[in-house]
């Protein structure tokens, strides 16, 4: 069924003569070819991580003075969790940060992931990982973010999304500030573009290398689609 998916995507990508969006086949074909000039895994983590706190940085400035943004980042324990644990470091030389990663860092999925957990340390203000019965004792970190940045899931979701991961998306829709979402809103089919009954509702998707065509025409749940460029080569 995904392959069948992935066929009717892309031909109707070609058909249409529209070369800014990639499959997430095509995205994971394009990060192998990487890997032969130089970009592996972990230095094209590093490097979204990178472009998506420059984005932060520039749509939401501090606001007078020496006050801070107050950014929160929750992450997922895959591959877009890694991304926004690079982007929090990277944030946190001019932003008060919080890290949610839901679940326990034993569980983090890829080394990539895992490296970036290690490395967090003291740079930022406060980090906590959260299993479901715990996440909503800290929905007062949702209350205190400007800024919230969703790394919870991205271009390998399918389906509907499980606990704790809904309720952490529930958390993100009811904050009452900006939303970010990393590459794809989590919960939206990064192929089909199907949105289950959890997906987040972002202001600004920050997708990496390229749109993904389930983006296309989903703008109630992507926002603002900003594409920043992370070294993959055409």
Given at each position: ?234
């Amino acid at each position: 069924m995904a392959m069948e998916d992935g066929r009717r995507a892309k031909e109707k990508k070609e058909e249409e003569g529209d070369d800014r969006y990639v499959t997430p086949e095509e995205m994971r074909e394009a990060e192998l070819r990487a890997s032969a000039y130089g970009l592996d895994g972990a230095a094209l983590m590093e490097r979204a991580g990178a472009a998506v706190a420059g984005v932060v940085e520039e749509r939401y400035p501090q606001s007078g003075g020496r006050r801070r943004r107050k950014v929160l980042v929750v992450c997922g324990l895959g591959n877009n969790g890694g991304d926004g644990l690079v982007a929090a470091r990277r944030l946190a030389g001019g932003s008060w940060v919080r890290v949610l990663l839901l679940g326990e860092a034993a569980a983090i999925k890829t080394k990539e992931a895992a490296e970036n957990w290690a490395l967090l340390g003291g740079t930022v203000e406060r980090v906590e990982a959260v299993d479901g019965s715990r996440l909503l004792e800290r929905r007062d970190w949702f209350e205190w973010a400007e800024v919230v940045l969703d790394a919870i899931l991205g271009t390998g979701v399918r389906g509907q999304v499980r606990e704790p991961l809904a309720t952490a998306i529930g958390l993100v829709n009811g904050a009452r500030c900006a939303k970010v979402a990393i590459d794809v809103p989590s919960g939206l089919d990064p192929l089909t573009g199907a949105a289950g009954s959890a997906t987040v509702r972002a202001d600004v998707t920050i997708a990496l290398h390229r749109a993904k065509v389930g983006l296309r025409g989903k703008s109630g749940y992507t926002g603002e689609v900003v594409v920043v460029p992370i070294g993959i080569r055409e």
